[in-house]
């Protein structure tokens, strides 16, 4: 883990909205090496709109999430995963784990 790659978690107020369905997905996530890694793609999923909740494991590359399936969808969280590597020194990839 290098000092460089250190990120803060960000913090997330739920909307009453967001809270009104919800579903849970799992994506499998390629490319995190450390905590790190997986803060970023963390904070990257719960960013989203219609996101009430997203756990990262890098150890098993999995990333579990609830939503509102009305606000966001499944696709959109995928991207969001490889959005959350686009500093140019990480790269993420996520597809549905079934």
Known sequence: MDDQCHVE???KTVTPEEMET???VM???QGMGCRNCATRVKNSLI???GVIEA???HTSGIA???YNPNLTTQMALVEAVAQAGNDGRHKYRAWIYR
């Open 9 to 11: 978690l960000v913090q």
């Open 22 to 24: 919800t579903s849970l």
């Open 27 to 29: 994506l499998a996530v």
């Open 47 to 49: 960013q989203v709109k």
């Open 55 to 57: 756990e990262v494991y």
């Open 64 to 66: 579990e999430i609830i």
